[in-house]
């Protein structure tokens, strides 16, 4: 988001970090709004910890511990929530904290931040991209060879950000990962 994010939880720093590595995110912002509604007859005011919005949908995430999600109150709130919103153009949905934290993916993110910050020349990723016209995925090993030693990890790891190229961010970032470029990703 190019700014400072406040974060209340690590959890919520994970779905930080989550958001700034998906390429279909194109805005998210914490603390977004109060929603007042009404339950079992009672006025109430929930504040949402993060707004996201992608091009096809607007969506409230509340994050929180399996735990406290399963809580009769919680689930009562997400609920009502989630019925109701859609007709406002919002979806609503609980990220559970345990999944924002699964050890491969949590890697995988904060590798993508530290190094996918190096800037892609247009000629460069002309060339990643003819390099996959030739090849349906290949291993990041084996891109960087196809370049010559003209792109770096750190551009690999930025055209993952931007959603040029794909892989499985459930599996750990590595040599032997499997990329795919944006054009073959419908043949995940």
């Known amino acids: 988001m190019n700014r400072m994010m406040q974060w209340e939880s690590i959890n919520e720093l994970n779905a930080f970090r989550l958001l700034e590595v998906n390429p279909e995110v194109k805005y998210f912002q914490e603390q977004p709004c109060e929603i007042h509604y009404m339950m079992d007859g009672e006025r109430c005011v929930h504040y949402p910890d ?23 109150a919680t689930a009562a709130r997400t609920k009502l929530l989630s019925a109701a ?18 050890k491969a993916r949590l890697y995988n993110m904060k590798s ?9 020349p247009c000629l460069l990723r002309e060339k990643v991209r003819r390099i996959f016209t030739q090849r349906h995925e290949m291993t990041v090993e084996q891109l960087l060879a196809a370049t010559d030693g003209e792109i770096s990890r750190k551009h690999v790891y930025r ?10 961010i459930e599996r750990q970032l590595s040599l032997s990962s499997v990329l795919k470029h944006i054009a073959n990703r419908e043949k995940k």
């Not at 919103?85 to 699964?102: K, S």
């Not at 055209?159 to 499985?168: A, T």
Request: include cysteine.
């Open 50 to 72: 993060i707004l996201v919005k992608t091009q096809h949908y607007k969506e409230f995430w509340e994050i929180k511990p399996a735990f406290e999600a399963k809580q009769p």
């Open 85 to 102: 919103l859609p007709d406002l153009g919002y979806q609503y949905r609980v990220v559970l904290g345990e999944d924002l934290a699964r």
């Open 112 to 120: 993508l931040l530290a190094y996918g910050r190096a800037d892609v």
């Open 159 to 168: 055209l993952i950000v931007e959603g040029d190229l794909w892989c499985d």
